[in-house]
């Protein structure tokens, strides 16, 4: 299974409503992951379940999604907030990421 | 507090062999899903093995059959031996807690460990 995020990079302002997409090549139910990495740093978890909220992740940050698309949005981004999302795939024995949305400053 | 500290980096020739260590403190690494994922300089995330706390192991295929994933209860830590190294697996190399009800996604990570394969 692939999964593809869209945009490869994305280029906004503080404040504004961010949204990247992950699709799987087929269909992954609800398991689904997003993670956060800045450089330097090792990733974050942000989500699970497709659409679960990780504990101490602020309430902007929100994802949807099942079978093949899924949405991470950021409603109203803060400077904290630029770096590189990856979606991730998830079942028993394989664990696929996508090759990360990078959010820089506009 | 739950915490992953990785060691065991190093500059290795092609084909010579590396063991890196995750050593975990806060929780017990033989009753949870433990994970490596790698990262190639400037590249996305790369995951290569992962062992369930009832010792089931799975490997990337990019890895399988080079590196084993193995786990010492006594230290609360696990390792990924890693023999025939190639030239592209060098990369950070980050270990991680996995989490889930079902399936692990992975919850907690440590900062890194870079291996760098090259003559």
């Known amino acids: 299974i692939q999964m593809t995020q869209s945009p490869s990079t994305l280029s906004a302002s503080v404040g504004d409503r961010v949204t990247i997409t992950c699709r799987a090549s087929?269909?992954?139910?609800?398991?689904l992951a997003w993670y956060q990495q800045k450089p330097g740093q090792a990733p974050k978890l942000l989500i699970y379940?497709?659409?679960n909220l990780e504990a101490g992740i602020p309430s902007r940050f929100s994802a949807s999604g099942s079978g093949t698309e899924f949405t991470l949005t950021i409603r109203s981004l803060q400077p904290d907030d630029f770096a590189t999302y990856y979606c991730?795939?998830?079942?028993?024995?394989?664990?696929?990421f996508g090759q990360g949305t990078k959010v820089e400053i506009k | 507090e739950v915490q992953l500290v990785e060691s065991g980096g190093d500059l290795v020739q092609p084909g010579g062999s590396l063991r890196l260590s995750c050593a975990a403190s806060?929780?017990?690494?033989?009753?949870?899903?433990m994970t490596w994922v790698r990262q190639s300089p400037g590249k996305g995330l790369e995951w290569v093995s992962l062992?369930?706390?009832?010792?089931?192991?799975y490997y990337a295929d990019s890895v399988k059959g080079r590196f084993t994933i193995s786990r010492d209860s006594s230290k609360n830590t696990f390792y990924l031996q890693m023999s025939r190294l190639r030239i592209e697996d060098t990369a950070m190399y980050f270990c991680?807690?996995?989490?889930?009800?079902?399936?692990?996604?992975?919850?907690?990570w440590g900062q890194g460990t870079l291996v760098t394969v090259s003559s």
């Open positions: 379940r497709a659409s």
């Open positions: 087929q269909s992954i139910s609800d398991w």
């Open positions: 806060g929780f017990s690494v033989s009753n949870n899903y």
């Open positions: 062992i369930y706390g009832g010792g089931a192991t």
């Open positions: 991730q795939r998830y079942n028993l024995y394989s664990w696929t």
């Open positions: 991680a807690r996995g989490r889930g009800n079902y399936f692990p996604y992975f919850a907690t």
